[in-house]
């Protein structure tokens, strides 16, 4: 026990052991950047650090941190002027050192920390990349604040430099020169699982396997020879098994003489498993910069490159070797170029993260790129720039397809008037077109579309419906297809046709989303409505052509009856003695067939079979008499009131039914207010009309018409019966008091004139008729009233022809008493046999129009045919082909009309034949 060191002796050992243990580690790091940067990290024993050459921090371990009381986020990019405000320029003046002259340097430090001084041993070595170029500085600092308390400890007592000692948490153990443990700390027993008195005289091969031995006594006799060693050794625990440790051997002199060794040994357990979860993240991160497909860089501000993936590289056709470093000019394009500085110099000027999308050339041609370029500051330096690059090109391809169909989308929208819509069922959320806006007026920017705000655009008479489709969708997740109108803000009024489909449901099949469109059919259901219309007035017309027809035939026969009828009538007048009770029976009877007549007349008038004898006619005094007529035909409980504001008002007409109409319709009007009177208004206006409101009307031109209006405030008509009002004998009123041949009558006449009728009611609140006649512009001339002459009587030889027995018995008496000689048939060819055996025995021809086997017009053309000269006169009750004009383009010389009287008959005869 003599050769026992001193204190002063252990404390010198551990000192240089710690020194040796330091200096090793640090000339035994990773040289690579690379490597540096990631051993450097959490769970390392050692002080593990790194700066460039500015003295900025580029990494540090957790140990390390902990020292400022932070992270290691903390620490990086901080300068040793920001650690150590008092000792920062000496530190980078170490670093520039080493750099300078590129080997590790050495230096024992006293630095304070929040808690306290602390004392390390430190080397710098530089960190070289793989040209030589030395980058960064790495720092290993070994705390030996333990031995230096002890040292001063045993300055002033020995048994607080033990405290010191056994207190430390590295392993402090002395061994003689044959190896032999004759000292270590509590740290040191329990990293081997051993009490302390167990390990003393314990040799150190003890505490390694055979395959480690050889390299412990390398060590032991590297330091027997005065090195001061550090190195690390896999160790062997009491339990057997091994775990790595950080060695550092001195000597241990007393005096001049060497007496033994010093060992101080950490743990290293943790750090290795640190470093080996380093090293597979590096190559992880390696692996991913390889493979990113983009490029990433660092570059000088709008100069060169100082870092490039391959993809950068391959990019512009060039090695790595080639770029890096290289100005961008030289392989750019100058417009490019002036993008990348500009590009820079907003990253640097502002400090800021620019992104942008650029068309870049390249070998190949150019692409689009989404670029992330960002500043990288250095304490000491300029600036760099960082970045990311993205090719977009197929992205931005598609978003240029995806752009074009969207516009040429709403295009087809706005031309079609189509909005698209979708709406999450579940969240309520609404989303619209752009068309979808204008269809309902709304500003995107002032309307959020939501089920509540739609409603509200909606028709108060639609809400109901929309609201119950809602609801529908919502539980049953139906399609939709319903038409509803919108109130735009404006006024207008629209009609939308809504469809829609669920295309998305959630995981219990409840409706989610729901896809439609929404198409303005205002114009169509226009349209729609105005064909139906149309077709209802063309079933109208047709059906009152049919019935037309069927009173065109019913006219005829009955005026043959009438003609009979009031032909032996008038002939049994003559013979009636004047003042007798048989004369005035037969004038009973002759006004009774007037009035035939005159029903025959108005048939036809709706039948538009009779032509009226048109001529320009003001129609404002036929309107001044028929309202003077109606005053004393209507009861006193009801006003008449007329308003005219066209004079002179000129058509192409017959007075004599303008007027009738005005009367039926007046009389109509009486009996719509008998029992509470009312009000009687008629009207006279100049329209101008348009092409589009003759479109359903297809009587009528387009240019100047003239409006009368009669309207009543009477109990009005029933909506099941208006469109019947103008059918011939159809009557609302009761039996005895009407025809329910007025309106028809009305209808007709209007007709008849090239004109339209319409009408307009409301019950309760009375009925108004609209007659539309197209108008002139020229007054008619005034003519002079002629006085009708007496009918003369003739001489001559008449060939009177009809099918009907009794129009020829008593056309032939007519005939005889006007002094005609008379040979009558009621056959048209046995009149045509009679005729040619001896055509120059008559003097004129009366015909029936309608006869079997041969017409009244055949029987002319053949008779005309054998005497030209000779006069002819079609007799007919109705013909639809049969007119003034057509009668004379067929050779006729005079129509007389059936029931004809004896003074019709004579003054046409004298027409024909001439004077005596």
């Not at 390392?44 to 140990?63: H, I, M, Q, T």
């Not at 390694?208 to 190195?231: C, D, S």
Request: aromatic share 6%; glycine share 8%.
């Amino acid at each position: 026990m003599d050769n026992k060191p001193t204190y002063e002796e252990l404390e010198r050992r551990v000192r240089s052991l710690e020194q040796a243990a330091a200096r090793q580690k640090a000339e035994e790091a990773p040289q690579s950047r690379e490597g540096v940067y990631r051993q450097l990290v959490e769970g390392a024993e050692v002080f593990l650090s790194a700066f460039d050459p500015y003295g900025v921090c580029l990494y540090c371990n957790r140990k390390v941190a902990r020292q400022f009381g932070g992270e290691p986020s903390d620490i990086i990019g901080k300068t040793f002027r920001d650690l150590h405000p008092e000792q920062g320029d000496e530190y980078i003046r170490r670093i520039r050192e080493t750099i300078d002259s590129g080997e590790v340097r050495e230096y024992h430090d006293q630095v304070q920390f929040p808690e306290g001084e602390r004392w390390f041993v430190t080397s710098l070595h530089p960190i070289r990349e793989s040209d030589g170029r030395i980058a960064a500085v790495q720092i290993v600092s070994q705390d030996f604040t333990a031995s230096r308390m002890a040292e001063e400890a045993h300055r002033e007592s020995e048994g607080r430099y033990r405290a010191v000692t056994e207190s430390s948490t590295d392993l402090i153990s002395l061994f003689d020169l044959e190896g032999n443990l004759i000292f270590t700390n509590p740290a040191g027993a329990e990293m081997y699982g051993y009490e302390r008195e167990e390990m003393t005289g314990m040799h150190f091969s003890s505490f390694l396997t055979k395959e480690r031995l050889h390299k412990a006594e390398e060590l032991f006799q590297r330091a027997l020879a005065g090195e001061r060693v550090q190195g690390e050794l896999l160790v062997k625990h009491k339990k057997g098994h091994e775990f790595p440790i950080s060695l550092g051997l001195v000597q241990t002199k007393r005096g001049d003489e060497v007496v033994g060794f010093t060992a101080v040994s950490q743990d290293i357990t943790e750090r290795r498993k640190m470093e080996e979860r380093l090293l597979e993240s590096e190559n992880r991160l390696r692996l991913f910069i390889s493979n990113f497909p983009g490029v990433a860089f660092i570059s000088d501000p709008g100069k060169c490159l100082l870092l490039a993936n391959d993809r950068l590289t391959d990019f512009y056709g060039l090695e790595g070797t080639e770029i890096i470093g290289r100005n961008f000019k030289e392989y750019v394009p100058p417009d490019f170029y002036s993008k990348i500085v500009e590009q820079d110099r907003l990253v640097v000027s502002e400090n800021r993260t620019l992104i942008v999308e650029e068309t870049v050339p390249h070998t190949s041609g150019s692409s689009e790129w989404l670029t992330y370029k960002f500043p990288i500051v250095q304490e000491r330096g300029p600036v760099l720039v960082g970045g990311f690059g993205i090719d977009i090109t197929q992205r931005k391809q598609a978003e240029e397809a995806l752009q074009k169909s969207e516009r040429n989308l709403i295009q087809a929208q706005q031309v079609g008037k189509i909005g698209s819509w979708e709406w999450n069922i579940q969240t309520g959320e609404v989303h619209w077109s752009v068309e979808m806006y204008s269809l309902h007026g709304q500003d995107p920017s002032n309307f959020t579309p939501t089920i509540s705000s739609i409603l509200a655009l909606t028709h108060p008479d639609d809400q109901d419906l929309v609201q119950a489709m809602r609801n529908q969708i919502a539980s049953e997740a139906v399609s939709i297809d319903f038409d509803y109108r919108v109130i735009r803000p404006d006024g207008e009024i629209r009609t939308f046709e809504a469809v829609g489909h669920v295309t998305e449901f959630d995981e219990v099949d409840n409706p989610r989303l729901m896809v439609g469109v929404a198409r303005d059919i205002t114009e169509s259901k226009r349209l729609e409505e105005e064909r139906k219309r149309l077709e209802s007035r063309l079933l109208q017309a047709q059906k009152m052509e049919a019935i037309g027809t069927l009173a065109g035939g019913i006219a005829h026969d009955f005026n043959n009856i009438l003609a009979i009828i009031t032909g032996f009538a008038e002939m049994a007048v003559l013979e009636a003695p004047e003042g007798s009770e048989l004369r005035a029976h037969l004038d009973e009877v002759l006004i009774a067939g007037l009035r035939g007549k005159e029903v025959t007349k108005q048939i036809l008038a709706f039948s538009r079979q009779s032509t009226p004898e048109m001529k320009p006619v003001d129609i404002v005094p036929v309107m001044q008499q028929s309202k003077t007529f109606l005053r004393s035909l209507l009861p006193t409980t009801i006003e008449i009131r007329q308003d005219i504001q066209v004079d002179p008002a000129v058509i192409l007409g017959d007075s004599t039914q303008i007027h009738q109409v005005l009367l039926n319709l007046g009389t109509n009007a009486s009996y719509a207010m008998r029992e509470r009177g009312g009000t009687l208004d008629i009207s006279l206006t100049e329209v101008d009309l348009t092409y589009r409101e003759t479109i359903l009307k297809p009587d009528l031109m387009t240019g100047p018409h003239l409006k009368i209006e009669v309207r009543d405030s009477g109990v009005g008509i029933r909506q099941e019966i208006r469109d019947r009002i103008f059918e011939p004998f159809f009557t609302s009123k009761e039996t005895g008091q009407g025809t329910g041949m007025g309106l028809s009558v009305v209808h007709g006449i209007v007709k008849s004139h090239r004109g339209d009728i319409s009408v307009e009611t409301e019950l309760g609140k009375g009925t108004a008729f609209h007659i539309l006649l197209p108008c002139l512009k020229s007054v008619p001339e005034k003519m002079e009233a002629v006085s009708p002459k007496k009918a003369p009587t003739g001489q001559g030889r008449i060939l009177f022809v009809d099918d009907e027995r009794r129009i020829v018995d008593f056309g032939m008496k007519m005939l005889e008493r006007l002094g005609y000689d008379v040979v009558p048939k009621t056959s048209s060819v046995e009149a045509l046999e009679a005729f040619r055996a001896n055509p120059m025995d008559f003097d004129a021809v009366i015909t029936d129009m309608t006869m079997p086997k041969m017409t009244g017009r055949g029987l002319s053309r053949e008779i005309l045919k054998i005497r030209p000269d000779i006069p002819i006169v079609v007799c007919t009750g109705f013909s639809e082909k049969v007119s003034p004009e057509t009668a004379r383009e067929a050779g006729f010389r005079e129509m007389l009309m059936k029931p004809f009287s004896l003074d019709n008959l004579a003054k046409t005869l004298r027409n024909v034949l001439g004077p005596e």
